[in-house]
């Protein structure tokens, strides 16, 4: 099993140009093996969770994937693409208020830019 979770960090890391110890697949936050898990970090991905499940999951996928299009043609940068994703802007400004969820509204990723 870390054997394929590490393949997918490798990939999520391609993708985005970033080397993280957490990514978010729907529901499913996946740690990379063997790292402390950094409070701020964790909080991020729990918000990336309820992005996921107001947008029905399936909603999440096809607006990051056309929102990464998108960012990539602006940018022509993986990392500026990715840290400018509307999932992402919301999660970055909001990761280090651990109590974000308890108040977030609904679609706040919609208001994030």
């Not at 997918?8 to 936050?29: A, G, H, L, P």
Request: aromatic residues 18%; glycine residues 2%; positive net charge.
């Amino acid at each position: 099993m870390d054997y394929i979770k590490e393949k997918m960090f490798q990939f999520f890391s391609f993708v985005t140009n970033t080397d993280s110890e957490m990514y978010t697949i729907f529901n499913v936050i996946i740690i990379r093996p063997g790292r402390r898990i950094i409070q701020s970090k964790l909080n991020h991905e729990k918000i990336h969770v309820a992005q996921y499940k107001e947008t029905l999951y399936i909603g999440g996928c096809i607006i990051l994937f056309f929102d990464y299009i998108v960012k990539i043609i602006y940018y022509r940068d993986r990392e500026k693409a990715y840290r400018n994703l509307l999932f992402e802007k919301e999660a970055y400004r909001h990761q280090y208020e651990l109590n974000y969820l308890d108040r977030r509204k609904c679609f706040a990723w919609l208001k994030s830019e």
